[in-house]
């Protein structure tokens, strides 16, 4: 025996090194054979897991709820959000629902200005602008 392979011996005793060969074997036992039709199964089951999870983040409208308008601007500093009403009208002290891409909220209405002038009632084809509690974006839609 040559001097490296005494050497190599001595290394392997003192930190209790595998050889090359038994590392294989046992990793190569503990990976599970599956077969193709199964993990066609189970690609289908993980895609339609992800397709169902993202319809339930779509929000929900109650069908009672009315669509009123559509935010058309919005004005963080203040928080006041401009509503292009496009059915019905709006009163002051209404519920209006409002839902969006990264909003989902219900208010009642305190406040509401046409041209900078306080108003209680807004109709079909006016656009107005309203306090609201919580950001909003634009192109969110507004429901009573």
């Given amino acids: 025996m040559s ?8 290394l392997k005793e003192v930190f209790w090194l595998k050889p ?3 590392r294989k074997t046992t990793i190569r036992k ?4 599956v077969k193709p039709a199964k993990l066609k199964k189970r690609a289908v089951a993980k895609v339609s897991k992800i397709l169902a999870s993202a ?3 779509t929000p929900r409208v109650d069908p009672n709820l009315v669509k009123v308008g559509e935010m058309t601007h919005y004005f963080d500093r203040i928080k006041v959000g401009v509503v292009k009403i496009t059915k019905g009208t ?3 002290g209404d519920r ?3 839902i969006g891409k990264k909003s989902k909220f219900v208010q009642k209405v305190w ?3 046409i041209e900078s002038q306080d108003v209680k009632v807004a109709k079909k084809g006016q656009s107005i602008g309203l306090k609201v509690d919580k950001p909003t974006q634009v ?3 507004v429901y009573k």
Avoid: A, E, P, Y
């Avoid at 001097?3 to 001595?10: A, E, G, R």
């Avoid at 503990?30 to 054979?33: D, P």
């Fill in 55 to 57: 319809k339930r983040k």
């Fill in 90 to 92: 709006i009163l002051i």
């Fill in 20 to 22: 090359s060969s038994r």
């Fill in 139 to 141: 192109g969110d839609i």
């Fill in 30 to 33: 503990s990976v599970k054979k």
């Fill in 96 to 98: 209006l629902t409002i």
């Fill in 3 to 10: 001097i490296l392979t005494k050497f190599s011996n001595v």
């Fill in 111 to 113: 406040s509401m200005q």
